[in-house]
């Protein structure tokens, strides 16, 4: 038996096991096992390419009808695939794939202010509120309790001298938190691609580290056999034991040497060419962690140099930014994003695997390139989506979405709907998903 005296002095020895279960230990019952589906469901998983800054429809995925200012739109669209999907030229490798996309060019209500609006297009919310990928962890359950189930990857590969920047979100952790559902199921920040989750090694030995997570259990055991109404201390022996078995998931999760030994996987996450390097080791990184059961992987976008001089990101507000940025940040995306899709088909997970690019607004309005909350455009692949196909549209000059018009949080419940997961029965501590939600039907299929 392991005395009070002697717990404390183990407690002191494990800093790995300690410092990683500080962002798991609460209600064991969200984040630890599966729960029932509402109703049918294809997705089981989410990577969702963020583009920081709020892109321009206009430029990518949505060419607008009417151009009042020429200098704003260098860039021609082609309609690609069996589809005829318009897609812009900086997307060659986009272009290819277009019959797997959904292109929802009706989005609207989202703030246009960019802390605020990383806020609202992840949250619903304006200030605080849970994230999308913490109401679907909660939904859900966890698809592999080794491994944390909602996870941002934010860093740069060694050597990666073009990006200019990590990626990151706009509205911080708030944008990533879980609200008042419980802080297990906020993301786990992975800002390191080398040593992924810090502090995750013991000092101690992998037996002495069980015999002490099992004397703990016998330990909190016997204090809820006197004290039933109390749950924390369970909740906090599943966090040590959820840590213990990331010590030997994470590593093999994480490792992607031996695919990037292999000449055809770099090639298709385009790994070699520094504009796509980070960005691609990235993306093949979400895959291999959905995978192995984590269900939302966030993947934001970085600045990036101008063809014209300085650098930038997805805010892009004047001719000289749109010739310079917008480029170099589609290239960025274009080729790991692609790659990402064939990789998902080809491997048969591309059916339950959801993957969205999308910012936290659009562009256009009074000064042309201003943000702007009435429109924007999202693209889907993958999960049961209509593949192939545009959802709604917006007015002649792409300022306003005027045809099957959907709100951020709409699409929120769109998603958590394809995850066979009703928003409006998603509840905790009395505390639900906004019901007024309406389901967007025509985005899946």
Known sequence: MITRRRFIQYLSSVPGIVATTIGLADDTEVATRLRPLHHPGKVK?????????????????????????????????QKCGQSGLEISNLFPHLQSVADDLCLVRSG???KATHSEGGVHIFTGASSIGASLGAWMLHGLGSGN????GHVLLTGRVPGDKWAVSDGRVHGGARSIGAGSLPPSLQAQVISDLQNPIAHLNSSMADTTQRRWLDELG???????????????LNSRTESFSTAYRMQTAAPEAFDVAQETANP?????????????????????LARRLVERGVRFVLVPSMKVPSLEGG????DTHTPTQVRGVIPNLAKACDQPLAGLITDLKDRGILDQTLVIW???????GNGHMNHNGNAFTWWMAGGGVRAGSAYGATDEQGFTAVEKPVHVRDLHATILWMCGLDHRQLKHNGVGFDDSCIVAKGIFS
């Open 108 to 110: 609207y209500g989202a």
């Open 218 to 232: 016998r330990l909190n055991s016997q204090f809820a056999a006197r004290h039933p109404r109390v749950t924390d």
């Open 264 to 284: 055809a996987m770099r090639k298709l996450y385009g790994l070699d060419p520094l504009p796509t390097r980070s960005t691609g080791t990235k993306l093949l």
């Open 311 to 314: 650098s930038g990101d997805w």
């Open 358 to 364: 999308g910012g936290e607004m659009g562009r256009g």
């Open 45 to 77: 998983n989410v990577i969702f390419y963020y583009c920081y800054g709020g892109p321009s429809q206009g430029h990518t995925f949505d060419r607008p009808a009417q151009v009042k200012d020429p200098s704003l739109h260098p860039f021609e669209f």
């Open 145 to 148: 309790p080794s491994l944390p």
